[in-house]
């Protein structure tokens, strides 16, 4: 059986753009995928450093003025920047792509909490009642 060259023409042209569509939504899904991964890992790291600054507060309470903890929080996946600070009882980690706040509970023995960071090495030091988040 003999094609005429107009279908031939428009079985290539559709084969074409249905080529295209098909490898248009692989390229979106998987961008949406990775943005999903990403924002996941970003909030496993954000609870992550929660953790380690919430313990370290908790040890805090039963050491004396003027001392301090060092910590070591780890660095956001995709090298984004961050910044960590406790301001009105919260702790605030900041990066470009969310943010994540956590009140501080059981914070009768602070009278007042402060110090932002962008580093890794950040320590936690014990001024009378007041907290200082500080780089180290």
Known sequence: MMRKGQYLALETVLSLGISIIVATSTVVLFDDYRGTVMEDINDRHSMEMESKIITSLNNLKHLD????????LPDLPASDPYRVSLEDYRLVIESNRNSYTQEI??????GSMRGSVTSTDVQLLKIEDEIVLRPE
């Open 105 to 110: 509970a059981n914070r009768d023995w602070i």
């Open 65 to 72: 003025s003027g001392s301090s903890i060092s910590l070591d």
